[in-house]
């Protein structure tokens, strides 16, 4: 990647957006990370940033707001303006169909797919004033495509981002933005722990076409792709990464 760019980052503080963030730092990406409630291991990666020369700053912001995802957005026009997004943010709380409040899904809703839309439209806004083109990249789910038991919300959620990210797609390209999706399936991160065990989740990966366990690192590697100019003739497109054990 060009040096001088400029992320941002969203749900930067764990899991696969702290993997993300920390392989754009070592990519020597200036950026700006997002968290809601623990900057532990933002502060850390901001840290390590300095170390490495890059300039880094963390926010706190709920980006189902309107106002503070664009106040994250216009906290990287201290290193130049936002150059690439990485919509990564989502909340999963499990909860069964028959169960499930309007609560629930306005939380769930309001989070992965609005918050996903005010990402989006504010980095492009700013990425066509500066006149320079760029990438975003939203966090998807192979739950968007089979569906998720305990998880309607999430599953609706998840797959109201690839309409969003097609329709950003035929919208920016004359702008030269892109934009495209990555969609996980089971990665060894906090998040899936809240519905299987290690041992489930390990006899997951190991029946697996590629056996074996998806790494947050796996993710971020394709991200860093993605975001760069050697995808440069990339956009509109789903990329599952699950080790083959979904399809589509």
């Given at each position: 990647?060009?040096?001088?760019?400029?992320a941002?980052?969203t749900?930067?503080?764990?899991?696969?957006g702290?993997?993300i963030?920390?392989?754009?730092i070592?990519?020597q990406?200036?950026?700006?990370?997002?968290?809601l409630?623990?900057d532990?291991?933002?502060s850390?990666?901001a840290e390590?940033?300095s170390?490495?020369g890059v300039?880094?700053?963390?926010v706190?912001?709920?980006?189902s707001?309107?106002?503070q995802?664009?106040?994250?957005?216009?906290?990287?026009d201290?290193?130049g303006g936002?150059d690439?997004?990485?919509?990564?943010?989502a909340v999963y709380?499990?909860?069964s169909?028959?169960?499930?409040?309007?609560?629930?899904w306005?939380q769930?809703?309001?989070v992965?797919?609005?918050?996903?839309?005010?990402?989006?439209?504010?980095?492009a806004?700013?990425m066509?004033v500066?006149g320079?083109?760029?990438?975003i990249l939203?966090?998807?789910?192979g739950?968007?495509v089979?569906g998720a038991?305990?998880g309607?919300h999430?599953s609706?959620?998840?797959?109201?981002?690839?309409?969003?990210?097609?329709?950003a797609a035929?919208?920016?390209?004359?702008?030269?933005?892109?934009?495209?999706?990555?969609?996980?399936?089971l990665?060894?991160?906090?998040q899936?722990r809240?519905e299987?065990?290690?041992?489930d989740?390990n006899?997951l990966?190991q029946?697996?076409?590629?056996a074996?366990?998806?790494?947050?690192s796996?993710?971020a590697d394709?991200?860093?792709f993605?975001?760069?100019?050697?995808a440069?003739?990339?956009?509109g497109q789903?990329?599952?990464?699950?080790?083959?054990g979904l399809?589509p």
């Amino acid at each position: 990647m060009a040096d001088q760019k400029t992320a941002v980052v969203t749900g930067a503080q764990k899991g696969i957006g702290a993997a993300i963030a920390e392989a754009l730092i070592d990519q020597q990406i200036n950026i700006v990370m997002n968290y809601l409630d623990e900057d532990n291991l933002v502060s850390a990666l901001a840290e390590k940033a300095s170390k490495n020369g890059v300039k880094a700053k963390i926010v706190q912001a709920d980006i189902s707001h309107q106002d503070q995802a664009r106040l994250l957005i216009d906290a990287a026009d201290e290193f130049g303006g936002v150059d690439y997004l990485v919509g990564n943010a989502a909340v999963y709380p499990r909860v069964s169909l028959l169960d499930m409040r309007e609560q629930d899904w306005d939380q769930v809703l309001s989070v992965n797919l609005k918050g996903s839309f005010f990402m989006l439209q504010a980095a492009a806004r700013k990425m066509i004033v500066k006149g320079a083109g760029g990438s975003i990249l939203l966090l998807s789910s192979g739950a968007a495509v089979k569906g998720a038991i305990n998880g309607a919300h999430y599953s609706a959620s998840k797959s109201g981002l690839f309409g969003l990210a097609k329709s950003a797609a035929l919208e920016f390209a004359s702008h030269n933005i892109r934009t495209n999706i990555i969609a996980p399936g089971l990665v060894d991160t906090d998040q899936p722990r809240g519905e299987f065990s290690d041992q489930d989740m390990n006899w997951l990966w190991q029946s697996l076409p590629l056996a074996g366990k998806t790494l947050g690192s796996d993710i971020a590697d394709l991200a860093l792709f993605l975001l760069s100019d050697k995808a440069r003739r990339i956009t509109g497109q789903i990329i599952h990464v699950n080790g083959g054990g979904l399809m589509p």
